[in-house]
């Protein structure tokens, strides 16, 4: 049995026929086709599918759609200005190298901007717990914690 | 992949929620932040009838501060443990676990709750229809043999929260509700150490908070989890420990608990009796983690083989021990 | 060289932007209308026979449109670099991970439904775990028209006379070492879609690292499968790793490509997480015997290797390892005889393919592990063992190998400094450091007919350039580097520059994104066609600007004269004079690069690769003696890469190499049992986190290599090659154990610490 939901996607109002079974993740890349946010594993070890939901960062591929019903929901597509800039994140992960296969990157994004929302200067410390939940093969991490670290204000480039 | 088809309640209350329990009962799995139903309901190794999930019963939440005890609603999410400042200070082995469970996003989505009703883990067991397929039928599915173990006649399955072994250091108790009735037991009870069926909560129960007994003087706590990353992993092994000093000056309290080593969360009942009555020296502390490790189960069912896992214990009991000492001022 | 405007300098990756936007198409994001979804059936049990096999219940599920088994691939099919491989299983399964039975429906819910209506009934057979134990005589065959288990696939290199140098050897040390199966990881999964167009031909999207290979794969098959002749176009969408691990073709592929003619739809295969763990092919697993011998000078006087290698049920690129092994075994370090014998033998286990390194790592572990040993024999703190031994530029290996460039001995100061290993070496206090070196090919690696890469160049009107290059980017930057050389040697704007590398409809032959060769090769190929073109564009210039094409030069895509700066004409105009005039022009290049290296003789000796990299990883670690437990205090990685075209992504290269390394040293390991993969996930298998990077840095050290691009060469895999031996070696620097066998966990560590403490106990006769 199908139902409705409605909530805030990327700062616009969406009203969903879901199947219960479904998660988030499912619904942005197979019913919204928003295809940036990924499945890596699809158990919630790798982060990939991290979205933000309600100022937190969570994983998708865990998350009950009907749990979704009322909540602001940011996926990487909803990062960029109205003008088509960049979010600061992003370009500092273009600048710093910190995007190699880019797999893993919408994730690590979503989960570093949680934090910058949250806490305007962070420690390395706080950057590397932001992310400890999202795996990268590629990068060795080093270039994705400067470039959270640049725009946090702590490092100039 | 995909889950199951399932019915998905979402009670509004309490007495709603009970009364469905009632209706459903065996039927029905109850979730909360989902980071571990979803996964079990991924890998086929539950297949529900219908979904209960309980976020939004409100008399679940919040950290309340009471005259002699701290009430948790059994919703709080592990994040809301971690940025608490009254657990940082007055319950720090509690705050300290809540603090390397998992990663970020598990922590937020998660709740204590469900944290302290997981299910017992083993590598045997914990994996697709794709992997059982091959392997012949164990205790913890329904089977009579045991893959771990050759000949295995009981499951070994471990069990690895990390706030439960916290929480029952500090003699935590849980409150239980049904239709009509309210059970408050101890923490320590609630896990029953059979593998095949690790909690003793009815089918038709909720779990609705943790009461945790304030403790008064001089008084220090820690917990300790052996991992092999620096986020993810669960413990495999851990210990929580809870020295207080009486009037006297001397130990008073102790209380050390073990965890990922067995298939429950164990009181090490003769470290009272080696610690109390004086102010234990490391040679003391060394004797109950001696104790914690023949407590303990080491089976060859995680990432790291069993004896190691087992020796490991009494590592991480004595440093427990030795990590509740830090705080208690004038002791070191 | 010396004002250079975009090599040398930090360009950021083009295809970054998309990514960050969520914009890239990963084979997991591309959809074609009427696609089916593929499944695959995998075996239950490691060895056994197939009594029945009944597909009736999927076939006649709502939304399945075909299944189908081995009895539906048409002839006698095989893939494989052995051709031992059939898609799909018939009679006898040999692994876990055989597959028996495939689906195509119109949801990947109902394929994955149709699964489980198929009914199998098996009879289950003892099975092979053991390598040793399969090459004993009259060990059960894997496969039975092979008289034995041992490949068909000897491996042998001898260089001088071992037997003699052994004699002579003042000091000598022989030590076994086991290395594990790790696995690759790739954060996006393996996957394609087989699409047949109306006159048969097939399209495959794919994430495949071998484009022209996997065409040719295809087109072998198609022909064994009744289609001779099909023109086979590969698409790549944008791919989330490899690593090796799309170095060769899988079942999947094939199976994809069989329900595609039987449906007469696009099919399309992803693997889920744990699909990727037990279906892929791992790093090859070793089991090395090593001697080595110096005089009492400390100078290498021999080198005896003899490996074993787990084959696995079938064989892919894992076999041919040893062909990789055999440079470090040769040529890291001079060391004069060498002897190197190694078996790849069939078992019931699961079988490898490349993964970063291609054996190297395998090799260099027991390698340089055995050389700390050495050292210690002979009195020797292990950095000056190694400096006395250091390969020089210009020479030439008992393997033929043509040094060239060669920074082994910078790399080591720089090493050495950083770490101040002479401050922390032999302190005890459970901190020690230890180093190891590495050798790897560093432009290009004759290991196939061809090394070559193909580059087709050409230019609007307006000064835009397109680069259609056989090079595939797997995240490593490759399309980077190429336009940074593109842009360069025309004089123009890096944002000029558009690159196309995914269509082998467009693009030309290049043998793979493999061997650290792509800057090397494909970068040489670029700039090969590059130069053709700018000499076409000067010698317009030099007519219409009445010079010789001798003094001009182009810097911002403007034309000038050198001895006269009033003489200028911007590109678009010279373009267009070519162009737009009775008989005109459109400047297009195309430069086709095959490295002079060498194919290896019968002996397996000859210049493998035009240039060799090198490096020196040096780490600091403190033990925990009561756990066993490692931590990294430091990290240095010290690489000779010719000349960092792009240290921004060299550097990326390096960390990521090292960290992967390190997870490969410490705790990535695929546990098995009898066959049965058991941590087939992220949270068991343990691939590190963002907590688990130590401080680290990356030390490019520039030797300036005549003949790669620029003076560039390889790095793409060195970054992991030396780590496991320089940790193994800190940690013996540290608490005086040595652990053999990969990967060095606190268990292992805890268990010599106690078996030291007792042989300590028994020799001061306690």
Aim: with cysteine.
């Amino acid at each position: 049995m199908k139902q409705k939901i409605t909530f805030k996607l990327n700062n616009e109002e969406r009203l969903v026929e879901v199947d219960p079974a479904w998660t988030l993740l499912y619904v942005l890349r197979e019913v919204l086709e928003l295809t940036g946010t990924k499945e890596g594993c699809g158990y919630g070890e790798c982060g990939a599918c991290t979205v933000i939901i309600d100022g937190q960062s969570v994983n998708s591929c865990l998350y009950p759609i009907l749990e979704v019903e009322g909540r602001t929901v940011t996926t990487i597509e909803g990062l960029r200005e109205a003008s088509g800039e960049l979010h600061p994140l992003q370009q500092a992960f273009v600048n710093e190298g910190a995007v190699q296969c880019g797999f893993c990157t919408a994730g690590m994004i979503m989960s570093a901007k949680a934090l910058i929302d949250q806490n305007a200067k962070p420690t390395e410390a706080d950057i590397k717990e932001s992310i400890a939940g999202n795996l990268c093969r590629c990068t060795g991490y080093v270039q994705i914690i400067d470039a959270i670290k640049t725009v946090a204000g702590g490092r100039r480039t | 992949m995909r889950l199951p088809p399932f019915e998905y309640l979402e009670p509004a209350t309490v007495p709603e929620a009970l009364a469905m329990l009632d209706a459903y009962r065996d039927k029905a799995q109850i979730i909360a932040g989902g980071t571990e139903v979803i996964n079990r309901l991924k890998l086929r190794l539950i297949s529900p009838d219908c979904i209960m999930n309980i976020k939004k019963l409100r008399e679940l939440d919040g950290i309340v501060e009471q005259e002699q005890s701290l009430v948790i609603g059994a919703n709080v999410s592990l994040k809301e443990l971690q940025d608490s400042p009254l657990l940082r200070d007055k319950y720090k082995a509690i705050a300290e676990a809540s603090l390397q469970v998992a990663a970020p996003p598990l922590a937020r989505m998660g709740t204590i709750g469900g944290n302290i009703l997981q299910n017992t883990r083993c590598l045997f067991y914990n994996q697709s229809a794709i992997v059982l397929k091959g392997l012949e039928v164990c205790h913890k599915r329904g089977g009579t043999t045991c893959l771990a173990v050759k000949g295995g006649k009981r499951c070994f399955s471990v069990y690895q929260g990390d706030m439960a072994p916290a929480l029952i250091a500090f003699d935590a108790q849980c409150v239980l509700e049904k239709n009509g009735a309210r059970r408050t037991i101890p923490l320590v009870d609630l896990f029953t150490g059979m593998g095949t069926h690790p909690l003793s909560i009815e089918n038709n129960e909720l779990l609705t908070g943790i009461i945790v007994p304030k403790q008064n003087g001089a008084y220090g706590s820690t917990y300790r989890k052996l991992r092999v990353r620096g986020s993810i992993d669960y413990p495999l092994a851990s210990a929580a420990a809870l020295l207080a000093l009486g009037a006297d000056g001397t130990l008073a309290v102790s209380r050390l608990v073990i965890g990922a080593s067995g298939p429950a969360p164990r009181i090490v009942a003769g470290a009272p009796a080696a610690l109390s009555g004086k102010l234990p020296e490391d040679a003391d502390f060394a004797a109950a983690a001696e104790m914690a490790y023949e407590l303990s189960e080491g089976v060859d069912n995680l990432a790291l083989p069993g004896d190691y896992r087992k020796k490991m214990v009494r590592v991480f009991a004595r440093r427990a021990l030795q990590g509740a000492r830090t705080d208690i001022k004038g002791w070191m | 060289m010396s004002d250079l405007t975009t090599v040398g300098k930090k360009i950021t990756k083009r295809d970054a932007p998309l990514k960050v936007t969520g914009g890239a198409s990963y084979i997991q994001d591309l959809k074609i209308p009427g696609m089916l979804y593929g499944g695959i059936l995998y075996s239950k049990y490691a060895h056994a026979k197939i009594l029945k096999l009944d597909t009736t219940k999927a076939e006649r599920l709502p939304g399945v449109i075909a299944v189908i088994t081995a009895a539906d691939v048409p002839g006698n099919f095989r893939f494989g670099i052995m051709k031992d491989n059939p898609p799909l299983k018939a009679g006898r399964v040999r692994s876990t991970r055989d597959e028996i039975a495939a689906v195509a429906a119109v949801s990947a819910e109902i394929a994955a439904a149709a699964l489980e209506l198929i009914e199998v009934e098996y009879e289950e057979l003892p099975g092979i775990f053991d390598p040793l134990e399969a090459m004993k005589a009259g060990a059960p065959l894997i496969h039975e028209e092979m008289k034995s288990n041992i490949l068909k696939m000897p491996w042998k290199l001898v260089c001088g006379d071992v037997e003699a140098a052994k004699n002579e050897s003042a000091y000598v040390v022989s030590d076994t070492f086991r290395t594990q199966w790790a696995t690759h990881c790739c954060l996006g999964t393996s996957g394609c879609i087989a699409v047949f167009d109306m006159g048969n031909n097939l399209t495959m999207y794919s994430n495949t690292q071998i484009p022209s290979l996997a065409q040719n794969d295809y087109f072998e098959a198609l022909s064994a499968f009744g289609l001779k002749n099909r023109r086979v176009r590969i698409v790549q969408s944008a791919i989330g790793g490899g690593f090796g691990s799309k170095l060769d073709t899988y079942a999947y592929e094939y199976i994809a490509i069989l329900l595609s003619m039987k449906t007469r739809k696009p099919v399309k295969f992803i693997f889920s997480r744990e699909e990727e763990f037990f279906a892929t092919s791992p790093r090859q697993c070793t089991i090395t015997k090593i001697s080595q011998g110096c005089d009492k000078d400390g100078r290498l006087t021999f080198r005896e290797i003899e490996m074993v290698l787990d084959n696995g049920a079938y064989t892919s690129w894992g076999a041919t390892t040893p062909s990789v092994m055999m440079m470090p075994i040769s040529s890291l370090y001079k060391v004069p005889n060498v002897k190197y014998v190694a078996q790849c033998v069939y078992t019931n286990n699961t079988y490898s393919q490349a993964m970063r390194g291609y054996g190297n790592p395998q090799a260099t572990f027991a390698i340089e592990s055995s050389l700390d040993q050495l050292a210690e024999e002979a009195g020797l703190d292990p950095y000056e063992l190694r400096l006395r031994n250091a390969n020089e530029p210009g020479e030439l290996t008992p393997q033929n190998f043509k040094v060239t460039s060669c920074g082994l001995k910078e790399c080591m100061a720089e090493v050495v400094k950083r770490l101040d290993w002479k401050g922390k070496k032999g302190n005890g206090n459970g901190r020690g450091v230890g180093m190891a070196s590495l050798i790897h090919v560093g432009g290009g690696a004759r290991v196939y007919k061809s090394d070559g890469c193909g580059t087709i160049i050409k230019m609007d009107d307006r000064g835009k350039v397109d680069v259609l290059t056989g090079a595939t980017e797997i995240g490593q930057g490759s399309e980077t580097v190429i336009a940074q050389i593109v842009a360069e040697t025309l004089g123009v704007s890096i944002d000029d520059i558009n690159v196309i590398n995914n269509d082998t409809d467009v693009c030309p032959w290049d043998v793979g994104a493999h061997a650290s060769r792509s800057t090397f090769v494909a970068g040489n190929s670029a700039l090969g066609a590059a130069q053709k073109i700018r000499e076409q564009m000067l010698a317009v210039a030099a007519q219409n600007m009445d010079v010789d094409p001798a003094v001009l030069d182009i810097k911002n895509g403007v034309v000038f004269s050198t001895q006269d700066k009033e003489k200028i004409m911007p590109l678009s105009k010279v373009l267009r004079k070519a162009h737009y005039t009775p008989g005109g022009n459109m400047f297009t290049a195309e430069h086709f690069y095959d490295p002079p290296n060498e194919n290896f003789d019968k002996e397996f000796k000859g210049n493998l690769s035009v240039s060799y990299a090198y490096g020196v990883h040096g780490v600091e670690v403190e033990v925990d003696r009561e756990t066993g437990q490692i931590k990294i205090l430091n990290y240095i990685a010290a690489h000779d890469v010719g000349k960092a075209i792009n240290p921004m992504l060299l550097e990326g290269q390096i960390y990521g190499g090292g960290l992967m390394g390190i997870g490969y040293a410490l705790g990535e390991t695929m546990i098995y049992e009898k066959g049965h993969l058991k941590n087939g996930n992220f949270l068991d298998y343990k691939i590190p986190t963002a907590k688990d990077v130590p401080p680290v840095q990356a030390v490019i050290v520039e030797t300036d290599e005549q003949a790669g691009p620029f003076g560039a060469k390889g790095i793409g895999e060195p970054g992991l090659v030396p780590t496991a031996p320089a940790i193994a070696n800190a940690i013996y620097d540290a608490v005086g154990v040595r652990i053999r066998d990969l990967p060095i966990t606190p268990e292992k560590v805890l268990r010599a610490l106690q078996e030291k403490a007792q042989a300590d106990a028994e020799r001061s006769g306690a």
